[in-house]
Each structure stands twice: as structure tokens, then as C-alpha cells.
């Protein structure tokens, strides 16, 4: 089969490698479908993540059919179309019992990472507990949005953050993670939610997401316009969605006494925590890595269409254009892409 294999930093290759096979009995080997390229990929790509070796197939998203189950699978058989989860389950151990699934203590973020992904034509999920049925008649586009970016935006942004009706949102990053965390703050009513970004593109889709102000923090200051547009008292929630320290530090100086900031970035370098000032506002500081215990109620609110995460697809490929994907999506701003579907045929 083909797959796009990681061959150490700044190189990939679509190439031939083995077929995976069933090497524990509550594996399943699904036949991919539709995959996508998530910004880790890049960041896997460009060595930021040591403990992804050379070799590893990429790739943490996906829908796809089940090929193959093993013999303690239960619930999944051959022919049954399913959503891969970015994070993979047991659904016994201490932590998923918890719904922790990100700290399993079989699984966790493994896919694409520690073991071989979905940008392939077949992957192994080591345990069935991370798949999920596809619903009949759904746009299945939409459904590759659930392995990752939706629970992630929705679990780690607006669940942490605590969203209530009413609230002023700020959401610092307009990206994929960033518009799932607008979409799915909106089950809350939030009375307003401010997007900021640098890129004037991404605060246009954000509007057409549901954004009720946007700012362009390249060429206005993000912490005197949010205290503009609020009366000078700050906001509710402040999410950060990019993982720098510029971007951690709008969200810390833009919170009303008793606000949460909830931090979804992945950062490479340290950030000051301003605690000097924050103590006596009683902020509440929340991170995580996204656990996806909750994709049933999302897949719900898809089928409902509640939401539409379909609109974030703004490109598709065919498995052999898939570094032609990346390239897209590596130039994300000059292309005006968002998610890209990858799809087999
Ligand atoms: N916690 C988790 O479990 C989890 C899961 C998936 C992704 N993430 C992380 O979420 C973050 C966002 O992911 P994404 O795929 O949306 O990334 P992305 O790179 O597509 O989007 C980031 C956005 O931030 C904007 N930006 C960059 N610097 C900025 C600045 N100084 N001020 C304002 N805006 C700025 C960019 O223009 C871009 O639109 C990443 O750090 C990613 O690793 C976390
Ligand atoms: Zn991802
Ligand atoms: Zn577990």
C-alpha cells in the first residue's frame, strides 16, 4: 500500500510500505477513506517532535471502512464505515474511566506520532474503543473534523473555559482549532465572541463562523481594543489557540476578575505567567491535550446540523496529490486554506 512516511526532519515521501496486519486481538485495520493534515504534522515535519522517528507513517484524522477486526473487538466488523479519533482509548484503565482518554495507558496520542497514522491507504487502531460509527446520509467531509479539530476546539477552549450564556469570548487564533472553538462556543450563547488573528483572510471566515467582532492584532493592539469593545471591564473567557508566548500573554491581560483563560496551543518555549496580577483578578488558568471523550455529543450536533464543519474544508486531494495537500496547507495563509480532505479517490 502507500502511505506518506516521516523520513526525519524536513522530509516526507507517498511510497510503498507493508500493509499493516492485526498484531493484537482487539486491533482493527480500517481502509482509509478520507484523511487530512493537521498543523502538528508540520510541526512533527519540522522536527519539533523528537519521539516521532523516522519511518512513521503521519496522520491523526480520518474516516474510513473497517477492513479487518480482531477477535476481541466488539461493537466494529468488517464493512462498517467509521471516524478514526485522533486520540486512542482503552475505555478500562484509570484515566478513561475518567474520560481522560489523552493519558490512556494503552493509547493516548499515539496515531502518527508514536505508531503509524492515517495518511495511508490502511491503518492499525490498536483499540476499537477509538472508533466511532459513521450515521447514515451525513457529509462525510464533515465527519473527518471530528477526530480532532472539533473536540479539541470545544473540550480544551470552550468545556475548560467554562462558556456560559451571555459571556464575552475571546478567541486569539483563527485557525482551524480557532473556528472550532468559535463553532462549538455558540451551543452557549455566549453574547459576544472577538476573534483576533493576523490574518485578514482567516478574520473574514471567522465573521462567516459567527465571530461577532474580529481583530487584526498586526495592525491594531488587541488588549486596548477588547477593553474598547467591552466598556473597559475585559472578558469572560479568553481562549488561546496559536501557542506562543505573544498570544498567551493577550489572552492573560484581556480577563474581567473571575475569568478563565483557556489555553489550547501547543507551546514550544515558556510563557511569563503574570501572576502578580492575576491572583487577586481570581483567573482561572485551564490547558490540555484534548481527550475527544466528547465526539458523541458532537457527531450529534452534525447530524442535527447545529453545526457545520464541513465549512472549514476549503481544499480537496486525492491520496496521490497528497504532497501537493501539503504544500497547500503548509502556505496556509497565501492559499486561503483552512482544512484540506484528502481523500482515496
Ligand atoms: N491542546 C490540544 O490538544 C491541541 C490539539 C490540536 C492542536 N492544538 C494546537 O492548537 C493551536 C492552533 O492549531 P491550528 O491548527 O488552528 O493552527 P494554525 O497555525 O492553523 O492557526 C494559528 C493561527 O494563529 C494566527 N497567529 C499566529 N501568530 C499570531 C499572533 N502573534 N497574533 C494573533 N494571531 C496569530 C495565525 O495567523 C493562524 O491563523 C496549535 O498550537 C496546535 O498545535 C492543540
Ligand atoms: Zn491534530
Ligand atoms: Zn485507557
Redesign the pocket.
Known amino acids: 500500500m502507500k502511505a506518506l512516511v516521516y523520513e526525519g526532519p524536513g522530509s516526507k515521501e507517498w511510497k510503498d510500505v507493508p500493509k499493516p496486519q492485526i498484531l493484537e486481538s482487539t486491533d482493527v485495520i480500517v481502509k482509509v477513506t478520507k484523511t487530512t493534515i493537521?498543523?502538528?504534522d508540520?510541526?512533527i515535519l519540522k522536527g519539533d517532535v523528537p519521539e516521532t522517528k523516522p519511518g512513521t507513517i503521519l496522520g491523526h484524522e480520518g474516516i474510513g471502512i473497517v477492513e479487518e477486526a480482531g477477535p476481541a473487538v466488539k461493537n466494529f466488523k468488517a464493512g462498517d464505515e467509521v471516524i478514526i479519533s485522533?486520540v486512542t482509548s482503552c475505555g478500562r484503565c484509570e484515566y478513561c474511566k475518567e474520560g481522560m482518554y489523552?493519558h490512556c495507558e494503552d493509547g493516548g496520542?499515539i496515531l502518527g506520532h508514536l505508531i503509524d497514522g492515517t495518511q495511508a491507504e490502511y491503518v492499525r487502531i490498536p483499540l476499537w474503543n477509538s472508533l466511532y460509527h459513521v450515521p447514515k446520509g451525513v457529509d462525510t467531509d464533515a465527519l473527518v473534523m471530528l477526530s480532532?479539530?472539533l473536540p479539541?476546539g470545544f473540550?480544551?477552549g470552550v468545556k475548560s473555559g467554562g462558556v456560559k450564556p451571555g459571556d464575552v469570548v475571546a478567541i486569539?487564533?483563527?485557525?482551524?482549532?480557532?473556528?472550532?472553538a468559535l463553532l462549538t462556543s455558540q451551543f452557549y450563547s455566549p453574547a459576544e465572541i472577538i476573534m483576533?488573528?493576523?490574518?485578514e483572510n482567516?478574520l473574514k471566515e471567522a465573521k462567516t463562523f459567527g465571530a461577532t467582532h474580529v481583530i487584526n492584532?498586526?495592525t491594531e493592539d488587541?488588549v486596548k481594543r477588547i477593553f474598547e469593545l467591552t466598556e473597559n471591564k475585559g472578558v469572560d473567557v479568553a481562549m488561546?489557540?496559536?501557542?506562543?508566548p505573544?498570544?498567551f500573554d493577550?489572552c492573560q491581560s484581556i480577563l474581567k476578575p473571575g475569568g478563565s483563560l483557556a489555553?489550547?496551543?501547543?507551546?514550544g518555549s515558556p510563557v511569563e505567567l503574570q501572576a502578580q496580577k492575576l491572583w487577586i483578578q481570581n483567573i482561572k488558568i485551564t490547558?490540555?491535550?484534548?481527550n475527544t471523550n466528547t465526539t458523541p455529543l458532537l457527531l450529534k450536533t452534525v447530524v442535527s446540523d447545529k453545526i457545520q464543519p464541513e465549512k472549514l474544508i476549503t481544499h480537496h486531494f486525492t491520496f496521490d496529490e497528497i504532497i501537493d495537500a501539503y504544500d497547500v496547507f503548509g502556505n496556509?495563509?497565501k492559499e486561503k486554506a483552512?482544512k484540506v480532505i484528502i481523500s482515496r479517490d
Open positions: 493537521c498543523g502538528t508540520l510541526h485522533c489523552s496520542w480532532d479539530i479539541t473540550e480544551i486569539v487564533g483563527a485557525g482551524p482549532i480557532g473556528i472550532s483576533i488573528d493576523m490574518d482567516r492584532s498586526r488587541p488561546e489557540a496559536v501557542g506562543i505573544a498570544t493577550i489555553n489550547i496551543g501547543v507551546h490547558m490540555g491535550l484534548v496556509a495563509a483552512l
